[in-house]
């Protein structure tokens, strides 16, 4: 196949793959994104296209992109479409394809390092001396975890922490895999030619097509290329979280935490009682140092204390490195453990000398809570680096069911440079759905409202019969509606962390009449067609959090009209999302319930409805559950 794929070659290869599909049908949306996926790859012009939910975006942009011949890299920030690219999407399009292409496709999915097991420490845990070492101080069950996790590396192929079946506890996983600060590379390693993670890059090197997630994507943006390696095509799906992603790969993160670590691997080397103590007193003092100005801005450049702590801090940094060259050793295994350890400081002392150079361009503060810290700095603005390493190098498609309106001049995009379009959802929103405001609420500013809020849950979940998903804003709001209501209605009531977010989801779709009850992180990525799902309740608009140190820093450097271009355009982006969880499905019918009287009685609420799909509106409780009893009854 050329590059140059005229329409018609799209269509017809994109309906040899639907064909294949179970209930194959036409879907006119999908038939328009391939066709203008086609033609920005012949232009080598950037797409942006909001694809409505039921479009079937990933054969949408995967069939023209493989027919044209490019590598393409797809990057997405959500586990679930990566399993369905790879194990459904791809093989389905091979199948059908394979004939017409000029050789076999393949793909691949490539991860962070520390999500593959570290053969190297593997065999360092069958050092039975150095285990003792490392496994005296951890738990019963970690022990157990680990033994589990040695045993499967028998017999893994990927080393694939995502193949595995149950879920280790996290300090387990942590002592048989490596992050990429501590790996000192494979030529040092004397497990390189056999490692996964290694093995993972390699196979990625030559793929069609590489799957991998969006702080992947980013990180190799950062490090301009080292990671994924040349591809002509990049597709950003669900874009509207590119911004996002980057900014948070941009920076640079201190916390108690990383010396702590960098303590705990100087240890697995040098038992040196002031040392240890040293890195102790460090953590603490940094940690005293940020505690005060948790969920602040901090300005830059930083004042002379604060600088004072890191300097303070890269001397201890500093002196581990010494100590270290010093160390000779003829063991492997404590040759490698001192290399991670090397690793570990020399990308601490970088980061540390960067926080202490002059930061223009970037904001600082600090995350996190009293217990866990930690100081972040991250660039105001993405443009400049997704210009140079992605805007300027090769053809992108972005695209999601919910697109910012602001979205391009927020990453960077000029106006000559790409063109934008909107595709439809086959699906029948405007006689199977509902968009229920409770517009007689108190305003959220107003405060005590909470037994109005869930008087409204109350007979929103009676009406339905169950069948809700339920949405909060904050844990708080979460947990007291779930206090309130658990014991109110005879069907089960699920809250997020109560189990694994797989598993709930699992149990929630399972039973017909059961609720969850959850917060942002189910906004998306949640697909519950069916029975299960006859509402959708969110409890306010999902603004950001005023206070949020990065935010208040984007608003500053907007200016007056900082609200209507950051954070309308984010509250009406989640709220879609959150949306989008209702409707999967041609037969799928229900309410969308919005808590908040904002979306009607403030300016904004039109520009935030415009995002949603085209729902018939009420602001009648009475006509919301009259709508879910009848969507009940059609099931």
């Known amino acids: 196949m050329t590059t140059n794929i005229a329409d018609q070659e799209i269509l017809d290869a994109l309906r040899r793959v639907t064909t294949e599909l179970a209930n194959a049908e036409e879907r006119q949306g999908q038939d328009e994104m391939a066709v203008l996926v086609g033609r920005a790859l012949r232009k080598n012009r950037h797409l942006i296209v909001q694809a409505g939910t039921g479009t079937g975006k990933t054969l949408g942009y995967l069939v023209p992109a493989v027919i044209s011949g490019r590598r393409i890299v797809v990057s997405t920030v959500t586990k679930a479409l990566q399993d369905q690219l790879s194990q459904n999407d791809l093989p389905l399009l091979a199948a059908a394809l394979n004939p017409i292409l000029d050789h076999q496709l393949t793909w691949t999915v490539l991860k962070g390092r520390s999500n593959y097991l570290c053969r190297q420490r593997i065999a360092e845990l069958a050092d039975r001396s150095q285990s003792k070492l490392e496994l005296d101080e951890v738990s019963v069950r970690t022990k157990a975890d680990v033994k589990k996790l040695v045993e499967w590396s028998g017999t893994t192929k990927t080393g694939d922490e995502g193949e595995l079946d149950w879920q280790p506890q996290r300090n387990a996983w942590s002592m048989v895999s490596v992050t990429s600060e501590e790996c000192p590379g494979a030529s040092r390693c004397p497990q390189g030619e056999n490692c996964f993670a290694e093995r993972a890059r390699a196979q990625s090197q030559t793929a069609d097509v590489v799957i991998v997630n969006g702080w992947l994507y980013a990180l190799d943006i950062v490090t301009q290329g080292t990671i994924i390696g040349e ?89 581990a490195l010494e100590s270290l060259r010093t160390i000779a050793t003829n063991d492997e295994s404590a040759k490698q453990r001192k290399l991670r350890a090397q690793s570990l400081c020399t990308r601490f002392i970088e980061d540390l000398d960067l926080a202490l150079a002059d930061r223009s361009g970037f904001v600082a503060y600090v995350s996190g809570n009293a217990d866990r810290c930690s100081l972040e700095m991250r660039p105001l603005n993405i443009g400049p680096t997704l210009h140079e390493a992605v805007w300027s190098q090769r053809t992108a498609i972005l695209t999601s069911a919910t697109i910012p309106t602001n979205l391009p001049q927020r990453i960077g995009l000029t106006a000559d440079s790409f063109d934008a379009c909107h595709v439809a959802s086959p699906f029948d929103y405007e006689n199977n759905s509902l968009l229920y405001c409770a517009s007689h609420l108190p305003d959220p500013a107003q405060g005590m409202r909470d037994d109005a809020v869930h008087k409204e849950i109350f007979e929103l979940i009676n009406a339905a019969g169950g069948r809700t998903l339920a949405l909060f804003t904050s844990y708080a709001r979460l947990n007291a509606a779930y206090d309130a209501l658990v014991d109110k209605f005879e069907f089960e009531i699920l809250k997020q962390d109560d189990l694994p977010k797989m598993e709930l989801l699992r149990k929630f779709a399972a039973s017909e009449s059961t609720c969850l009850f959850a917060t942002q992180s189910f906004f998306q990525g949640v697909d519950v067609p069916g029975q299960t799902l006859s509402c959708v309740i969110i409890d306010r608009l999902p603004f950001p959090v005023p206070t949020d140190p990065l935010m208040s820093a984007r608003r500053d450097a907007f200016g007056k009209s900082a609200f209507t271009a950051i954070d309308i355009p984010i509250a009406a982006t989640k709220l879609a999302q959150a949306a989008g969880r209702l409707i999967r499905t041609q037969t799928d019918m229900g309410v969308v319930a919005v808590l908040d009287p904002r979306l009607v009685t403030k300016s904004y609420g039109k520009a935030i409805i415009e995002m949603l799909p085209p729902m018939e509106f009420t602001n009648k409780i009475k006509r919301a559950t009259e709508f879910l009893t009848y969507a009940v009854s059609k099931r």
């Not at 941009?250 to 697995?268: D, F």
């Not at 901090?298 to 004042?303: E, K």
């Open 231 to 319: 591809h002509d095509v990049v597709v950003f799906d669900e874009a509207h979280e590119l911004e996002d992603v980057v900014t948070d790969s941009a920076g640079l993160a201190l916390s108690p935490s990383r010396i702590t670590t960098i303590g705990s691997a100087m240890r697995s080397i040098i038992r040196d009682d002031a040392m240890s103590g040293g890195f102790a007193k460090s953590a603490a003092r940094l940690r005293d140092a940020i505690v005060p100005f948790v969920n602040k801005r901090v300005a830059l450049p930083l004042d002379s204390e604060s600088r004072e702590t890191l300097v303070e801090v890269r001397g201890r940094a500093n002196d």
